[in-house]
C-alpha cells in the first residue's frame, strides 16, 4: 500500500522561501517512481509544478516555477521536497504530492496519470 504524506506547508510573505516534504512508504526509490508536486489554488485547475524519477534523480519544472523551485530526493528517507524560493502570491495554493509506478516528463501536467496521493499542504503567500 502506497502512502504518501506532505509537511512543511505555511504562510510567508512575498520573496520568502519554504521546504515542502513528501514522504512515501510502500515503495522504496530503488524501484523507478515518477514523484510530482501539484497545486490547487481556489477556483483553479490542479497544477504540475515539478516531477521526479526516483530512481535516477531526473527532475522537470513547469516553466511558471523554473528557476525558484527545485525538487529533490532522499532515497535513504524515502522522501521527495520542494525548495521554493522567491515565493509570490500567485504560488498560493494547496499542494499535493503524487506518485505513479511509470510516466514521462509530459505526464508533470497530467494528474489523471498518478495514482497514488498525499492529504496535501497548504501553502499561502502574502504580498
Known amino acids: 500500500q502506497v502512502q504518501l504524506v506532505e509537511s512543511g506547508g505555511g504562510s510567508v510573505q512575498a520573496g520568502g522561501s519554504l521546504r515542502l516534504s513528501c514522504a512515501a512508504s510502500?515503495?522504496?526509490?530503488?524501484?523507478?517512481?515518477?514523484m510530482n508536486w501539484f497545486r490547487q489554488a481556489p477556483g483553479k485547475e490542479r497544477e504540475g509544478v515539478a516531477l521526479?524519477?526516483?530512481?535516477?534523480?531526473?527532475?522537470a519544472y513547469a516553466d511558471s516555477v523554473k528557476g525558484r523551485f527545485t525538487i529533490s530526493r532522499d532515497s535513504a528517507k524515502n522522501t521527495i521536497y520542494l525548495q521554493m524560493d522567491s515565493l509570490q502570491p500567485e504560488d498560493t495554493a494547496m499542494y499535493y504530492c503524487?506518485?505513479?509506478?511509470?510516466?514521462?516528463?509530459?505526464?508533470?501536467?497530467?494528474?489523471?496519470?498518478?495514482?497514488?496521493w498525499g492529504q496535501g499542504t497548504q501553502v499561502t503567500v502574502s504580498s
Open positions: 521526479i524519477f526516483t530512481r535516477t534523480g531526473a527532475a
Open positions: 503524487a506518485a505513479a509506478r511509470s510516466c514521462s516528463v509530459l505526464d508533470l501536467r497530467r494528474p489523471e496519470r498518478f495514482d497514488y
Open positions: 510502500g515503495y522504496t526509490f530503488s524501484v523507478t517512481y515518477c
